[in-house]
């Protein structure tokens, strides 16, 4: 439609508002379709001519930038049934952040569904959804909208074929697999991705990590990226293995690590080593210690004191500085052998205490059961209780109502709910947490308590909760 016709159909438009007959005004063509009928059926007429117009000559041309793609991937899980989507959506509106949103996703996920993608849709550079959301991240990282992830084994061949994230799954099952092929396919390929890709997949080699990834992770420190090299000094660590050579010079950093580190010994018979964090002179030199921290490996510390991980580990006097204390967690998670961190995690869980919170920094390291007795533990310890908010990677939908009323969370939730405001937002922390850890039955329970304590049935607060009680009701009415 060009200008001209624009501009009558305006006209008539206006004319119509002011209860005005349009045929004299209506362009030639339009006169043909409705001249031969009635003053009445005329307007009719002209009227449909002119909604059609609107509706499809004016539409806006669609850009040429514009790429067509393909359709949002199937996922391998049903959908979450509809009457459960309004108590998925205010679980998400409450969410504050990406990270309790995934909180969300991962319940449902556990449940058996997956979300509808108008409630939910994971971005192109998501690394923390479900696996089974794999394709629809890489239907968002798509840009030519041609390419399917094949459905055949990971390859060298077919590597080009598949997105990122389902190529990133496929390794990770590999690596748990059959993890020298998964080496030689990241050995082959990695080098030719860009720097952020290629960390990635070399982050992949935690998997199954063993002895004979060992040449390959030290032929990283030729790498371009500090970041791969930095990873790859972590990774051979882990393996028991030095880094690049350290002289034990004044460069050394292991060496100037150790510098702030007292070692004494302890007992009257048999005497052992105790190591206990330097007093600082300097806020100076609390930061250039936490940047040792960082960049220092467990095993080239411990070597400096002449001593293995496990025993460095065992000597090292908690509760003497918090803050060192967070420094050796996240260096024992970050570079510390499975020996090391299990032996760290056992031995702090159970002497309990404040210092067991440490052990928060090491739980993607740790297995389900050892994950679980950190969670148990903290549940029982009235004073720490909203430091389970800081939990990471650990399963949804296990905690039974024994876990909460035989120690003193349930007590304290009470409590909450029934003191100010601080004390209920602390109450609602721990009520999303609670929410996404606990059993369905759990669920269901937790809410009648902090209902008959005083909290509103519709509160936004139990949303989760609300959400994980009635993904099990509509599971057992599936069943039956």
Known sequence: ??????????????????????????????????????????????????????????????????????????????MLPERLRPLLRAALKHAADARRKTRVVTLVASRGFVLHPMDWMSVASDQSSPDIYAPWIDWQASVDGERHA??????????????????????????????????????????????????????????????????????????????????????????????????????????????????????????????????????????????????????????????????????????????????????????????????MADALVADGGKPALLVLHLTPRLDSRRQRALVRLILKQANYLNAINLAEGIDAGWLEWNDLSNGSALAALRSAVAGNDDAMRRADDLLETIGFLATAIAAAKLIDEVVAAGMPPAAPSLSILRLNAALAEHQSRTDT
């Not at 002119?50 to 004016?58: E, G, N, T």
């Not at 598949?162 to 990695?190: C, G, Q, V």
């Not at 150790?258 to 009257?268: D, N, Q, R, V």
């Not at 330097?278 to 930061?287: F, I």
Request: charge should be neutral; include cysteine.
């Open 150 to 343: 094949p459905q055949e084994k990971l390859t060298a061949e077919n590597w080009d074929e598949f997105y990122p994230a389902a190529r990133r799954i496929a390794l990770a099952d590999m690596r748990r697999s059959e993890p020298t092929s998964a080496r030689l396919l990241i050995e082959a390929k990695a080098s030719g991705e860009p720097a952020e890709v290629r960390l990635a997949l070399i982050e992949l080699m935690r998997f199954g990590l063993n002895p004979e990834d060992a040449p390959f992770l030290k032929s990283l420190f030729a790498d371009r990226s500090g970041k791969v090299r930095e990873l790859a000094g972590r990774l051979l660590a882990r393996l028991g293995e030095h880094g690049r050579s350290n002289d034990g010079g004044s460069d050394d950093p292991a060496a100037e690590l150790a510098a702030f580190i007292s070692e004494g010994k302890s007992g009257f018979i048999r005497r052992r080593s105790i190591y206990t964090p330097a007093k600082l002179k300097s806020p100076a030199q609390e930061k250039r210690r936490a940047e040792l921290f960082e960049t220092c490996n467990l095993f080239d510390l411990a070597a400096r004191f002449g001593t293995t991980e496990p025993e460095f580990i065992g000597a090292w006097q908690f509760g003497a500085d918090n803050n060192a204390d967070i420094l050796i967690a996240r260096m024992v998670a970050a570079s510390g052998s499975d020996v090391a961190v299990t032996h």
């Open 1 to 78: 439609m060009n200008e001209s016709e624009q501009t009558g159909l305006a006209t008539m438009r206006d004319c119509w508002i002011t209860g005005g007959a349009t045929f004299d005004l209506a362009p030639t063509a339009w006169k043909t379709i409705a001249g031969s009928a009635s003053p009445d059926e005329q307007e009719r007429r002209l009227l449909a001519i002119a909604a059609q117009a609107l509706d499809v000559a004016l539409r806006p041309a669609a850009p040429k930038t514009l790429k067509r793609r393909p359709p949002l991937p199937r996922l391998a899980l049903p």
